[in-house]
T-cell receptor
């Protein structure tokens, strides 16, 4: 594809519900990253994949958050038992290899009521 | 823990002037530093990468410096234009983990 795409663009859910956020990286990019951005702040690292494996998940805030990339391309970020504090923009990025410039998607704005 | 500081106050300058944005960091020895531009409602867009063994990098009207002794990077936009108005983010990375640590960004406003 032309760039990184993320779906949905907006997600409104109720406290306690389960959500899935999808990221389609640039074709051929082996590295994929998830970040979370709150208003007025920079992106906060959550997890990155090199191929299918999670190479660093140290940024996931707790065990309610989980991400997969089963075939080394599309990735899904899963949040269980959502809390109001999970409300933020979730950004996905990909790069041709780790350490290179990252190409970001437009983000998914998650609102937990 | 690692800390990155960017001026939280907006930088307001006249068109045609040079904008200089600062990124300071502590408790970290990054292998490289990247600058991104972010417009409202959009994801960050990569601008420049500079490695620890490089002092300066240029790309068109953009220039970035990296001083590992001062633990500081300066980002310059020469001949600024209203279209340069955006938030600029610095991000640090190293070759052991490859994750980026972002600053909170500085908003630049260029007046016509």
């Amino acid at each position: 594809g032309a760039g990184v795409s993320q779906t949905p663009s907006n997600k409104v859910t109720e406290k306690g519900k389960y959500v899935e956020l999808r990221c389609d990286p640039i074709s051929g990019h082996t590295a994929l990253y998830w970040y979370r951005q709150s208003l007025g702040q920079g992106p906060e690292f959550l997890i990155y994949f090199q191929g299918t494996g999670a190479a660093d998940d140290s940024g996931l805030p707790n065990d309610r958050f989980f991400a997969v990339r089963p075939e080394g391309s599309v990735s899904t970020l899963k949040i269980q038992r959502t809390e109001r504090g999970d409300s933020a923009v979730y950004l996905c990025a990909s790069s041709s290899t780790v350490g290179n410039e990252q190409f970001f998607g437009p983000g998914t704005r998650l609102t937990v009521l | 823990s690692q800390k990155i500081e960017q001026n939280s106050e907006a930088l307001n300058i006249q068109e045609g002037k040079t904008a200089t944005l600062t990124c300071n960091y502590t408790n970290y020895s990054p292998a490289y530093l990247q600058w991104y531009r972010q417009d409202p409602g959009r994801g960050p867009v990569f601008l420049l990468l500079i490695r620890e063994n490089e002092k300066e990098k240029r790309k068109e009207r953009l220039k970035v410096t990296f001083d590992t002794t001062l633990k500081q990077s300066l980002f310059h936009i020469t001949a600024s234009q209203p279209a340069d108005s955006a938030t600029y983010l610095c991000a640090l990375g190293d070759d052991s983990s490859y994750k980026l640590i972002f600053g909170s960004g500085t908003r630049l406003l260029v007046r016509p």
